[in-house]
């Protein structure tokens, strides 16, 4: 398997739930990203790791726990979430020589979350 | 504070009407401008990168220009698989995050 791939695809949870997304990159990148997309809303930057350390938070409420074990694999453990965190979560990945740029990034197809 | 507004917010073409996207940025330092397509369900598919005003990169139908306020997405006799969200991005000196736009979503119907 080639590119991005993130999992579960959907989820819906109750706002006392405890769940996790999954990201696997296929691609080699020593970088990855988790994005937030709401409707109507810009792209948003949460959390970027470069080789493993996390060298970003983007001011993300603590109930948002990010998890990155290797270069190739990113979590995201979700806890006691609000309605308002309903939203496409995005994990991204790039090469960088220099550390993350930001730049040139290859995105998952995301995961649709709902919170009940 | 950085700022990426992206005009208009729809648009429907008719199969080979060509058109342009308007991405207008404020920000203390530009790094670089990027152009991302996101499909209904899919994440964002990167498709350029300009760094300087009067930079300007083509793809197949698509080309993007670069000016100090504004970049421009030029699309030539576009088809119905061009239809999807475009997005504007802002990378500066001023933070690490890329600044993205809302996006245009096009349609071009045959």
């Known amino acids: 398997e080639t590119g991005v791939t993130q999992t579960p695809r959907h989820l819906v949870m109750g706002m006392t739930n405890k769940k996790s997304l999954k990201c696997e990159q296929h691609l080699g990148h020593n970088a990855m990203y988790w994005y937030k997309q709401s409707a109507k809303k810009p792209l948003e930057l949460m959390f970027v790791y470069n080789f493993k350390e996390q060298t970003e938070n983007n001011s993300v409420p603590s109930r948002f726990s990010p998890e990155c074990p290797n270069s190739s694999h990113l979590f995201l453990h979700l806890h006691t979430l609000q309605p308002e965190d309903s939203a496409l979560y995005l994990c991204?990945?790039?090469?960088?020589?220099?550390?993350?740029?930001?730049?040139?990034?290859?995105f998952g197809s995301g995961t649709q979350l709902s919170v009940l | 504070e950085d700022q990426v507004t992206q005009s208009p917010e729809a648009l429907r073409l008719q199969e080979g009407e060509s058109s342009s996207l308007n991405c207008s940025y404020t920000v203390s330092g530009l790094r670089g401008l990027f152009w991302y397509r996101q499909d209904p369900g899919k994440g964002p598919e990167f498709l350029f990168t300009?760094?300087?005003a009067g930079e300007e990169k083509e793809k197949e139908r698509l080309k993007a220009t670069l000016t100090k306020k504004e970049s421009f997405l030029h699309i030539t006799a576009p088809k119905p698989e061009d239809s999807a969200t475009y997005l504007c991005?802002?990378?500066?000196?001023?933070?690490?995050?890329?600044?993205f736009g809302k996006g245009t979503s096009l349609l071009v119907t045959p």
């Open positions: 991204a990945s790039s090469q960088d020589e220099t550390g993350p740029t930001n730049e040139k990034l290859f």
């Open positions: 300009l760094y300087s």
């Open positions: 991005a802002v990378s500066s000196n001023s933070g690490y995050a890329l600044n």
